[in-house]
């Protein structure tokens, strides 16, 4: 089976032989003394798939407190315990072993393993260090160095961003000492990552290792090998940013998902090693418009609805990326798990030459009517946009009952509700929404819908609100929306509206 390329062909071969009948189980734990950290892998796979559950944990366990028997075939047996059957093994049960640092070195050995087929599994290990003691870590920092060597970075690189000080710290120092180009590009990815602090101590590692001649590849061009996809700002502060590599020469396609906002950051990030073909739409020219379809989660009230994604040049979507990195680091805000593990992706590539950092905007478009605003509503790439506060359930209610339809609103209602909605704050936030927004709408070559957004962001600032067309539409809606939500409860999603 180690011989085996195919993940389905080996997922097929494991259950057959794993189902073949109780006469796997003599044979497997026989394996156990001679197993190397992979074939403990393909015993460990086999374990899991073998009918009689109890049975196979029962024979482990034997195996793994009997004294008589070798360590390696001891700690392959907890090995398997605790990550194929998800078993808890009692700490005391390692000092029992003549060489207890032989479960360190095979544990990193397996993960290696692990890693080098499922990166994610890098993540499970991190976790399971970061409430060890000082002397435990700089323990497996030694180890990882001395067993793993530049197969150590991808796990280095994520422990380097770790909030514990002693973690992060050990990490960066370890990625210092390990003479492979890989550690240099690994800390020069982490870089953008990273708050001032740790990234002090990442610039000196990678200086070290600079001054003995250990350099980074050289940056490659991103065009080509990137697709990237931008979603327009919503009117809640949200951006959606796509990246798409091509496959690589095992055929594996890279994807990265990351959800921006305006005040949070990155709090959300999806990603994967080896994506789906179908993940991402096919190919359009720069500047043209997918319609994605979402998945139908009636739960949600979203039923058929579409996601506007703009086909743009990478360092639009990387840049985008940059300054929502900078809002959470100066908020002391941490990255999900996801984006510290693939977030590094988008820094080992270079800056395209010729890229402008933003379309300018047109001076003739600048004379557009001011009192059009209103209009931008109805496009597509502003659904979404309005008003959505929870005092706006009071008037809503009214609404509801003086007429069931919700109509006949009281002689300047709208003019206060305005004026409440947009606060000092708010403005501001409108204000930078729309200017995303106006960025985004002249790289889709919609020229008049980027001029009125412009136009509606330069008057936000000066125009009282209960006189901006934009502002009112905006309050308008979000009440219709809030009516419509006490009228049809079942209909929890107003952006679906």
């Not at 209009?375 to 946009?385: D, I, K, Q, S, V």
Request: glycine fraction near 6%.
């Amino acid at each position: 089976m180690l011989d085996i390329r195919s993940e389905q062909e080996f997922s097929a071969r494991a259950q057959r032989v794993a189902t073949s009948g109780p006469q796997i189980v003599p044979v497997l734990l026989a394996q156990l003394d001679q197993a190397d950290s992979q074939y403990v892998g393909v015993l460990g796979v086999l374990a899991s798939l073998y009918p009689d559950r109890q049975a196979i944990i029962e024979k482990l366990t034997s195996v793994a407190y009997d004294q008589t028997r070798p360590d390696r075939g001891r700690v392959s047996a907890i090995l398997i315990l605790e990550r194929f059957l998800d078993q808890e093994i009692d700490p005391d049960l390692l000092n029992t072993l003549d060489n207890p640092q032989f479960m360190a070195v095979e544990t990193i050995r397996e993960m290696m393993r692990e890693g080098a087929r499922n990166p994610r599994a890098w993540i499970e290990y991190t976790r399971s260090l970061v409430e060890q003691p000082p002397e435990t870590i700089w323990d497996v920092m030694d180890t990882l160095l001395a067993v793993g060597g530049e197969q150590a970075v991808p796990a280095l690189c994520l422990l380097a961003q770790e909030e514990r000080e002693i973690l992060s710290e050990a990490a960066l120092h370890t990625l210092g000492r390990i003479d492979h180009p890989a550690a240099a590009e690994g800390l020069r990815s982490i870089l953008p990552l990273l708050p001032p602090e740790p990234r002090t101590l990442a610039q000196r590692s990678l200086l070290k290792l600079q001054l003995k001649q250990v350099l980074p590849d050289e940056r490659p061009d991103p065009r080509g090998c990137w697709r990237t996809l931008v979603g327009p700002p919503d009117g809640h502060g949200y951006q959606v940013v796509w990246f798409s590599h091509a496959p690589d020469e095992r055929g594996a396609r890279k994807f990265l998902g990351l959800s921006l906002h305006e005040q949070a950051g990155i709090p959300q990030a999806y990603g994967n090693h080896n994506a789906a073909p179908d993940l991402v739409p096919e190919p359009l020219p720069l500047g043209q418009v997918h319609q994605v379809l979402l998945p139908v989660r009636s739960e949600e009230g979203l039923t058929g609805a579409q996601l506007l994604m703009l086909e743009t040049d990478f360092e639009y979507g990387r840049r985008l990326v940059q300054a929502a990195q900078e809002r959470a680091i100066e908020a002391g805000k941490r990255f999900p798990i996801e984006y510290r593990l693939m977030g590094p992706w988008l820094w080992r590539y270079a800056d395209p030459e010729g890229t402008a950092p933003s379309p300018p905007m047109p001076a003739a478009i600048r004379s557009v009517d001011r009192t059009a605003g209103a209009e931008l509503l109805y496009h597509p790439a502003f659904r979404g946009w309005f008003a959505e506060r929870e005092w706006l359930l009071r008037p809503a209610r009214a609404l509801l009952e003086q007429t069931p339809k919700g109509e006949g609103l009281p002689p300047g209602e709208i003019d206060r509700l305005a004026r409440r909605y947009c606060d000092p704050e708010t403005t501001v936030l409108l204000q930078g929404r729309l200017r995303a927004m106006v960025e985004w709408l002249q790289r889709a070559g919609q020229t008049r819908p980027a001029a009125l957004a412009w136009a509606a962001a330069q008057t936000l600032g000066d125009t009282p609100p209960e006189r901006h067309p934009l502002v009112r539409a905006m309050v308008e809606l979000g009440l219709q929306i809030t009516v419509e939500q006490l009228r049809s409860p079942e209909r929890t999603n107003p952006r679906s509206l």
